[in-house]
């Protein structure tokens, strides 16, 4: 299992979206022109790709993505994917890790909205990423620059003419339909919340908290690096919608011998001001919920010692260790 790490080089697309076609939110690869040598699936899974040296299977050598056979006709291949949820697209990262000599020259990518799995034969497909070439055993982001307000399902990527893609992944900001003053996770990425900033993500990105699946191992959780001075590790989340919070989960599974020992939970509302100046204003946020015990491999429900509006929330753990979810159950407030 290769376990993606944080990459500071990345652009702020990465951070400030989340990956729409995650499968761990529901997102699949629903068509393709030809997945001959490695099935469309593939391309969407979570952990970094890997290379097997001397593997392979009754077509060929096993690759970590998709992969279509040498075309020998005009066109080009496709894989069109339906997103986890709807949402507004940021940028996109095609990733070629491991093909070398088998990667596809260049790549764009459509965007549409349907109801279906499958979109129509008569989809209105609109072009938000235009051709651009690619490289071998490289990662290639790309901002999208999508109209403004414009919310879609489904990308199909096209890669001209064959060849293979490692991983796909596509950034931005779930849109959804929230009935008005519904309980919800307000912490849930599929809803719209995002990480904001995370002082440590050594072991396990912070971005999985706010899954809405629960973890099928310890590599799905945040874990940060065992902490040598004093302090805790901490992480800054925005809210899907702003809200009351009335229940706090904070679930531990497969952490056993590295969990976090203690949390805590602060919030505010926020109505101006970057991603960056939020670090130090979160220090001195209001008190939702004062230092709690955890234990290992457990989900751990608890009340706020206080309800108020919030946009944000800062989550500590003490001294430092893991945890795999924190949902947020509340209402949403104008």
């Known amino acids: 299992m290769a376990i993606p790490t944080f990459d500071p080089n990345a652009p702020a697309f990465t951070r400030t979206g989340i990956n729409l076609a995650d499968p761990r939110l529901g997102a699949h690869a629903v068509l393709t022109s030809d997945d001959f040598f490695a099935p469309m699936a593939r391309m969407l899974d979570p952990e970094s790709a890997v290379f097997i040296p001397g593997k392979y299977d009754d077509n060929g050598k096993w690759m970590d993505g998709w992969e279509s056979r040498r075309k020998r006709v005009t066109g080009h291949d496709f894989c069109i994917v339906k ?59 790309r901002a999208i620059e999508a109209a403004e307000g414009a919310v ?131 220090m001195f946020w209001p008190v939702l919920l004062d230092e709690q015990k955890l234990e290992m491999d457990c989900v751990h429900s608890f009340t706020p010692e206080q309800i108020m509006p919030v946009t944000h929330v800062r989550f500590n753990i003490l001294p430092d260790g893991g945890v795999s979810r924190l949902c947020l159950i509340g209402r949403a407030v104008g």
């Open 152 to 282: 879609y399902t489904h990308v199909r990527l096209n890669i001209y003419p064959d060849g293979g893609i490692a991983r796909l992944r596509v950034f931005g900001r779930p849109r959804r339909e929230l009935a008005p003053d519904a309980e919800l996770d307000l912490a849930s990425a599929t809803n719209g919340a995002r990480i904001v900033a995370a002082n440590n993500q050594h072991y396990g990105l912070a971005s999985n908290l706010l899954l809405p699946t629960r973890a099928a191992n310890m590599g799905e959780g945040w874990e940060t690096r065992r902490r040598r001075e004093p302090g805790c590790d901490w992480c800054i989340v925005e809210l899907a919608v702003p809200g009351e919070i009335s229940r706090i989960d904070v679930d531990t599974a497969h952490f056993k011998g590295n969990f976090a020992d203690r949390c805590s939970l602060q919030g505010a509302f926020v109505t101006a001001g970057t991603d960056e100046s939020l670090i130090t204003q979160s």
């Open 83 to 141: 997103l986890g949820t709807a949402g507004e697209l940021m940028g996109v990262d095609i990733d070629t890790s491991h093909f070398t000599g088998n990667f596809p020259p260049a790549a764009s990518i459509d965007a549409c909205r349907s109801d279906d799995d499958i979109p129509p034969a008569d989809a209105q497909w609109t072009e938000v990423l235009p051709a651009v070439a690619l490289s071998g055993n490289a990662h290639h982001f």
